[in-house]
């Protein structure tokens, strides 16, 4: 498995970094807290119903994406809105940039928004010299700090108050404040001058609703919200993969995204838009466009064995649970998604050969599976990547020791004798000192406890058992 070392560098430091560790640690643990008790059987009985309601729905979308793309479209134009379809990032970015210069804006506001971080929009924005402002507090604090969020849901889940005291300070120049809350105020203060002057305000999707033409956006601080109402035009940008059939199909997942991902029963916020203003209403944008973004996603959706990855609703749940997530961080996987949904979906999205470390990125415990409200079936998606990249290694004539130490533990396996000779072998290896810091072996006991051989193997046990003269 190739890793740079560059790479391996950087996870070293995540691992060794106490404060990191800690705070990683202890957000994680208690979302995931927060979850076991909201889908809890008392909180919610039918959870085990709603995933698989959830898998079928977002399998059926999928497979007819075709037919509810168009119906969506329909239902958008016929509430006076415009949607575009992009195949790329770049396209999304080169639409807003010309029509925010059509409208002659150069301030938009921005909700948080995981299909924006994917392209890059605010990058593409700054090169054509518009000014794109996050407002979600953590994607605000990380936008002053020139990082890419960490995490999923909690972008800024590694910053302490301490880190955010000191960024706010030193990137508004404002009194250190090292209170949570007079943070949230400097920050809102701050945003709210933006809200009032942007010209444009650009949202992601959580959901895109085929048969009403709605776009659904969940958040808590009101902040999305904020951004599509209060500039006089909204632009949501949102992956084609988010289209689900009927507005009556919509519980389901508002009943499991919140829980999964922050344990609330809902969010603070949930907004249905659908079009412009309409003549009686006081407020909304006058103009609405709704952008589906490919990027990739045809090429997921082509692949019958892996195309759940697509199913999606970014929760964050499966990052929660994962050993290794929790240890590495979010920035040590390369692109915008991380964790167990970031290790298969980055190399289908970018191709297995610019990172073909990142299916090994798991432990394969299957707790991502586990917590996954729409039933991805991450693990086994990450073994048949990993079978993607040992394919390709042997037709390049790679990793030719590892794949021969392989074969020969599967020959050893097969013949019962020689297993438990060489068992007996390993044993005495393991006794004699020194064993353990020669050649690979080195390598792999660094990272480890390694515990001393029993006195007796199992299959000693057993046969002394089976001759009674074990109780
Ligand atoms: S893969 Fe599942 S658990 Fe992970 S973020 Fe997506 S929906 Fe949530």
Redesign the pocket.
């Known amino acids: 498995m190739i890793i740079s070392a560059e790479r391996k560098q950087s996870i070293e430091r995540a691992v060794a970094d106490p404060k990191l560790q800690l705070a990683v640690y202890s957000a994680t643990a208690r979302l995931k807290q927060k979850r076991v008790e909201a889908v809890s059987p008392a909180e919610l009985p039918d959870y085990q119903q709603l995933r698989e309601c959830a898998h079928q729905l977002k399998k059926h979308a999928l497979e007819n994406l075709d037919y509810y793309l168009e119906q969506f479209e329909a239902n958008v134009l016929a509430h006076g809105g415009k949607v575009i379809f992009a195949q790329t990032g770049k396209q999304v970015g080169e639409f807003i940039a010309t029509l925010a210069k059509q409208r002659g804006v150069s301030l938009l506001v921005k909700s948080k928004s995981m299909t924006t971080e994917e392209i890059h929009l605010n990058e593409a924005l700054e090169r054509e010299k518009l000014e794109a402002v996050e407002t979600d507090l953590g994607e605000y604090i990380l936008q002053l700090a020139h990082e890419r969020p960490f995490h999923?849901?909690a972008p800024a889940v590694h910053k302490t108050r301490h880190d955010v005291a000191d960024i706010l300070s030193q990137k508004l120049g404002v009194q250190r404040e090292e209170v949570p809350e007079h943070q949230a105020m400097i920050a809102r203060r701050t945003l709210r001058e933006k809200f009032l002057a942007a010209g444009i305000g650009i949202s992601g999707a959580n959901f895109l609703v085929a048969d009403s033409g709605a776009v659904v956006l969940v958040e808590n601080e009101g902040n999305a919200r904020l951004c599509v109402s209060a500039p006089p035009i909204h632009v949501a940008v949102a992956g084609i993969e988010k289209i689900i059939p009927r507005a009556q199909d919509l519980p389901v997942f508002l009943k499991?995204?919140a829980r999964?991902?922050t344990g609330q029963r809902l969010t603070v916020y949930t907004s249905f838009l659908s079009g412009p203003r309409r003549a009686a209403e006081v407020d909304g944008p006058s103009e609405f466009y709704v952008v589906l973004m490919n990027n990739g996603r045809t090429k997921l959706l082509a692949d019958s064995s892996k195309r759940e990855?697509l199913?999606?609703?970014?929760?964050?749940?499966?990052?929660n649970?994962c050993p290794v997530y929790r240890k590495i961080g979010g920035h040590n996987y390369p692109w915008a998604?991380s964790?167990?949904?970031g290790a298969?979906i980055t190399p289908q999205y970018q191709g297995l050969s610019q990172d073909p470390w990142l299916p090994y990125a798991s432990s394969l415990c299957g707790a991502?599976?586990e917590?996954?409200?729409?039933?991805?079936d991450?693990p086994r998606i990450l073994l048949e990547l990993r079978h993607e990249v040992t394919r390709e290694e042997r037709r390049q004539g790679k990793n030719g020791l590892e794949r021969f130490a392989f074969r020969a533990y599967s020959w050893v396996m097969r013949k019962p004798k020689l297993y438990a000779a060489a068992g007996r072998a390993a044993a005495l290896g393991a006794r004699l000192p020194g064993m353990l810091s020669l050649g690979p072996a080195r390598l792999w006991a660094s990272q480890r406890e390694t515990p001393k051989p029993a006195a007796a193997s199992f299959r000693q046990l057993w046969r002394q058992r089976q001759a009674g003269r074990l109780p």
């Open positions: 999923i849901v499991l995204l999964s991902g990855s199913f999606c609703i970014r929760c964050g749940a499966c990052l649970a998604y964790g167990p949904i298969i991502c599976a917590v996954c409200p729409v039933k991805i991450i």
